[in-house]
């Protein structure tokens, strides 16, 4: 029986490229640095915002450590208040989350996007639904596909892994998934283009797919 589900944060649940765009870009600006569209971001976004800070500044320039974190950190700050400007949440979840609430199917997060921000993101879009554990990337923890976060969350919740669902938009989220021994969704709507060959168990075209594959699973176990 699947008793609970993991999401994955952007991508997923909302579209926020718009203001990781933004804020990447202002950064980039207070340092003189070239700008980019907004679809650059789609396809650098999903590992973490090191990676991303990586993929935004200029090839040529060698960066040390500490200037990559000192420039993470102010993209952090900026993102922080930035964050809440023009996403949104995708046409469907809304209802899904109603829908799971009403099965009794708890549900949490799990996104490599820095952790403060995603409070901010989660507190703002998401405060009529009931996210039983949002956890977001912090410095001194791991990144999916690392499963750390997403078993930290079972256990909490007294659950076996094969008792809950990983759905994300990405391999990432598809590898994390496996690594933690649950069953996983990709979702076609997102930032990736994603299919049986992926690496997802189940893939949902629409938001309530999502609520299908649960019932359908759920009533082959009974």
């Known amino acids: 029986m699947i008793k609970s589900v993991i999401f994955d944060l952007d991508g997923t649940l909302i579209n926020s490229i718009g203001d990781i765009a933004n804020s990447c870009n202002i950064m980039l600006k207070n340092h003189g640095y070239p700008v980019h569209p907004a679809e650059h971001y789609i396809k650098w976004v999903g590992n973490g915002a090191l990676r991303l800070i990586k993929e935004a500044l200029p090839e040529h320039i060698n960066f040390d450590e500490k200037t990559l974190n000192d420039l993470l950190k102010e993209y952090t700050g900026i993102y922080e208040k930035n964050c809440t400007l023009n996403s949104y949440l995708y046409d469907g979840i809304p209802e899904v989350l109603d829908k799971l609430t009403e099965k009794g199917v708890t549900f949490s997060i ?3 996007k820095p952790h403060s921000v995603t409070l901010n993101v989660v507190n ?3 405060k009529n639904w ?4 949002v956890i977001g990337q912090k410095p001194e923890g791991v990144k999916k596909p690392e499963p750390q976060a997403a078993l930290f969350i079972a256990k ?3 659950l076996k892994p094969s008792e809950m669902l990983f759905i994300g938009d990405s391999d990432v989220d598809a590898q ?3 690594n933690a021994g649950m069953k996983t969704v990709g979702v076609t709507w997102g930032y ?3 299919d ?3 690496g997802f168990d189940y893939i949902a075209a629409k938001p309530e797919d999502i609520v299908k594959i649960i019932e359908n699973l ?3 176990e009974k």
Do not use: Q
């Open 110 to 112: 799990n996104t490599n």
């Open 124 to 126: 703002h879009y998401f």
């Open 130 to 133: 009931d996210f039983k554990y």
């Open 156 to 158: 909490n919740l007294g």
């Open 176 to 178: 994390t998934g496996k």
């Open 192 to 194: 990736r283009n994603i």
């Open 196 to 198: 049986e060959e992926t």
């Open 218 to 220: 759920n009533k082959n």
